[in-house]
């Protein structure tokens, strides 16, 4: 056996190792309470891309979607349903266009990686959604988005919720709007009276429950437009940590800190 | 009883056991886990109070005007000793700050309002900032009592004058409305129902965890949110550092 086979076998006796260490911890953390629903607000690309000298404009956010599919896969190991991911907010059409340009670009590519996976049987389980102001996206991205979902439709293990041209206040808007057109559309002589479960009906988020965890790489102590109104009885965790660096570990305590403030946060959800 | 029988039986008698080893396992790493924070606690209480002694010269000066607005979440069960909370608005003004914004979700602290405003020195509530031409103060600190009414209900009011006003108006068939419903007209009819529209800084929460419990989420979208702790234990040094920190953050918006 040459050298190259001997390193490739002992890559996967390591990495058959690893998994096995990897379950025997999360069979552990599932002795308690895990999250129903986890967001996470992905902050740390363009710094991790500056730290590691990596040139390119969309350097950073490549580095990015690696952590991306690690992420989802431990969650999907841990019997997490619902995950959200702060994609790309409004306001961040606002930085410069050839950089907008560029990550545009890659969530197609990406996008067409993940459709590709899920045609060939490879995604298990995983069903992905995008939501935000899908409108505000090139035709492309739009229409591959649309069949990512699709081709998704009947996996049931995870649900990803990848949020795109989102905020909240952008999503608030929408909903009020989206509610009070229905009400004009679909009444007779009733007075036209909107409630809060009709606006919320209306938006974006709706397809998955509040969050009970939301994790913030990149040192950040704030939510930055994000799920501000389906948060009030969320644990806010925030990390130094870089988007591209976050690991196994900070997940785990992350989660940690959840079932030790489990008691508390069931007891806030009673006197909702 | 045949061998199958006898297999099932010791299956479910080792899945018990390592169920309750896995149970155990949880258990210890929970109590290591809590006695890290009883010593990450002992070590912020030590820092506290040498920043509180001035032995930390990085806190002896702040830039305060940073800090135009602050917010206070209080957790309930803490919102019911409002002597602690009318300490922190003493320190609060120690400090520089000069407007406030107190929430608790079930509006126990605008219970206390009256009494709150005639405990801490300089303390006028906010919308009366600017009716008064003459204040005694010279630097009073503007104070605003906010609850969990003030967020998705206060919402809905606005949404429904909009949508008064919408029935009203003659709009074209297969209208959706994007003239009429926009982040402008929200924020004038969150007004015109008597809300603030605009957003804190900076969100110290007192209570078990970090969570905004319910802060308007209209007002929340790049406000720092930092923890505090119970309010039974609050810190003056831990004040001191939390302020100190936001006034070195450099936000970008998104951009």
Same mark, same amino acid.
Request: glycine share 6%; with cysteine; aromatic share 8%.
């Given at each position: 056996m040459n050298t190259q086979e001997e390193v490739g076998e002992f890559t996967q006796i390591f990495n058959a190792l690893m998994s096995l260490m990897r379950k025997f911890i999360f069979k552990v953390l599932c002795a308690g309470p895990i999250p129903n629903h986890v967001s996470f607000i992905m902050d740390g690309n363009r710094r991790f891309a500056k730290k590691h000298n990596l040139?390119?404009?969309d350097a950073g956010h490549r580095a990015g979607f690696i952590s991306v599919t690690y992420v989802l896969q431990y969650c999907k190991e841990i019997g997490i349903p619902y995950v959200t991911l702060y994609a790309f907010g409004v306001d961040n059409f606002k930085r410069q266009p050839e950089e907008v340009e560029c990550v545009m670009d890659l969530m197609l590519e990406k996008v067409e990686y993940t459709i590709n996976q899920a045609v060939s049987g490879n995604l298990n389980g995983v069903r992905v959604f995008f939501v935000g102001d899908l409108t505000s996206l090139n035709e492309r991205l739009r229409v591959a988005a649309q069949r990512l979902m699709e081709v998704t439709e009947e996996n049931k293990d995870l649900m990803v919720v990848v949020c795109v041209a989102y905020s909240t206040s952008h999503e608030i808007v929408h909903a009020v709007r989206e509610s009070c057109v229905r009400k004009c559309d679909g009444t007779g002589d009733d007075p036209v009276v909107l409630q809060v479960s009709d606006v919320e009906e209306c938006m974006?988020?709706?397809?998955?429950?509040?969050?009970?965890l939301v994790i913030r790489t990149g040192g950040g102590d704030r939510l930055s437009n994000f799920m501000t109104w389906q948060t009030s009885r969320s644990l806010l965790h925030s990390t130094a940590t870089l988007w591209p660096e976050l690991g196994l570990w900070h997940l785990v305590w992350a989660i940690l800190k959840f079932q030790r403030m489990q008691d508390y946060l069931e007891k806030k959800k009673k006197l909702d | 009883m045949d061998l199958n029988q006898s297999m099932r039986l010791l299956s479910s008698w080792i899945a018990q056991i390592g169920g309750l080893g896995l149970d155990l396992l949880w258990r210890f790493i929970h109590l290591v886990v809590s006695l890290w924070y009883i010593v990450s606690g002992i070590i912020e209480a030590v820092e506290s109070y040498a920043i509180s002694l001035g032995?930390?010269?990085?806190?002896?000066?702040?830039?305060?005007? *940073?800090?135009?607005c602050l917010a206070v979440v209080v957790d309930i069960e803490e919102a019911r000793d409002v002597s602690k909370v009318i300490e922190l608005l003493q320190w609060l003004r120690t400090i520089g700050v000069k407007q406030v914004g107190l929430f608790d979700s079930q509006g126990l602290l605008k219970k206390s309002k009256d009494m709150i405003l005639g405990t801490v020195p300089g303390s006028v509530l906010s919308e009366e900032i600017g009716e *008064?031409?003459?204040?005694?103060?010279?630097?009073p600190l503007a104070l605003e009592f906010i609850s969990s009414s003030d967020n998705k209900e206060a919402v809905m009011k606005a949404a429904n004058i909009l949508l008064q006003d919408y029935l009203k108006s003659s709009r074209p068939e297969n209208d959706k409305g994007e003239n009429f419903f926009t982040e402008t007209h929200l924020n004038e009819a969150l007004r015109v129902v008597g809300e603030n529209v605009h957003a804190p800084d900076l969100l110290l929460v007192y209570g078990p965890?970090?969570?905004?419990?319910?802060?308007p989420a209209w007002r929340l979208r790049y406000t720092e949110i930092v923890h505090m702790g119970s309010l039974n234990y609050m810190r003056y040094g831990s004040l001191l550092k939390a302020i100190h920190k936001f006034t070195g953050v450099h936000q970008n918006y998104g951009t």
């Amino acid at each position: 056996m040459n050298t190259q086979e001997e390193v490739g076998e002992f890559t996967q006796i390591f990495n058959a190792l690893m998994s096995l260490m990897r379950k025997f911890i999360f069979k552990v953390l599932c002795a308690g309470p895990i999250p129903n629903h986890v967001s996470f607000i992905m902050d740390g690309n363009r710094r991790f891309a500056k730290k590691h000298n990596l040139t390119g404009l969309d350097a950073g956010h490549r580095a990015g979607f690696i952590s991306v599919t690690y992420v989802l896969q431990y969650c999907k190991e841990i019997g997490i349903p619902y995950v959200t991911l702060y994609a790309f907010g409004v306001d961040n059409f606002k930085r410069q266009p050839e950089e907008v340009e560029c990550v545009m670009d890659l969530m197609l590519e990406k996008v067409e990686y993940t459709i590709n996976q899920a045609v060939s049987g490879n995604l298990n389980g995983v069903r992905v959604f995008f939501v935000g102001d899908l409108t505000s996206l090139n035709e492309r991205l739009r229409v591959a988005a649309q069949r990512l979902m699709e081709v998704t439709e009947e996996n049931k293990d995870l649900m990803v919720v990848v949020c795109v041209a989102y905020s909240t206040s952008h999503e608030i808007v929408h909903a009020v709007r989206e509610s009070c057109v229905r009400k004009c559309d679909g009444t007779g002589d009733d007075p036209v009276v909107l409630q809060v479960s009709d606006v919320e009906e209306c938006m974006y988020t709706s397809v998955v429950p509040d969050p009970d965890l939301v994790i913030r790489t990149g040192g950040g102590d704030r939510l930055s437009n994000f799920m501000t109104w389906q948060t009030s009885r969320s644990l806010l965790h925030s990390t130094a940590t870089l988007w591209p660096e976050l690991g196994l570990w900070h997940l785990v305590w992350a989660i940690l800190k959840f079932q030790r403030m489990q008691d508390y946060l069931e007891k806030k959800k009673k006197l909702d | 009883m045949d061998l199958n029988q006898s297999m099932r039986l010791l299956s479910s008698w080792i899945a018990q056991i390592g169920g309750l080893g896995l149970d155990l396992l949880w258990r210890f790493i929970h109590l290591v886990v809590s006695l890290w924070y009883i010593v990450s606690g002992i070590i912020e209480a030590v820092e506290s109070y040498a920043i509180s002694l001035g032995l930390n010269k990085k806190y002896s000066s702040i830039n305060i005007e *940073k800090l135009r607005c602050l917010a206070v979440v209080v957790d309930i069960e803490e919102a019911r000793d409002v002597s602690k909370v009318i300490e922190l608005l003493q320190w609060l003004r120690t400090i520089g700050v000069k407007q406030v914004g107190l929430f608790d979700s079930q509006g126990l602290l605008k219970k206390s309002k009256d009494m709150i405003l005639g405990t801490v020195p300089g303390s006028v509530l906010s919308e009366e900032i600017g009716e *008064k031409n003459s204040s005694p103060d010279q630097n009073p600190l503007a104070l605003e009592f906010i609850s969990s009414s003030d967020n998705k209900e206060a919402v809905m009011k606005a949404a429904n004058i909009l949508l008064q006003d919408y029935l009203k108006s003659s709009r074209p068939e297969n209208d959706k409305g994007e003239n009429f419903f926009t982040e402008t007209h929200l924020n004038e009819a969150l007004r015109v129902v008597g809300e603030n529209v605009h957003a804190p800084d900076l969100l110290l929460v007192y209570g078990p965890i970090r969570s905004h419990l319910g802060f308007p989420a209209w007002r929340l979208r790049y406000t720092e949110i930092v923890h505090m702790g119970s309010l039974n234990y609050m810190r003056y040094g831990s004040l001191l550092k939390a302020i100190h920190k936001f006034t070195g953050v450099h936000q970008n918006y998104g951009t």
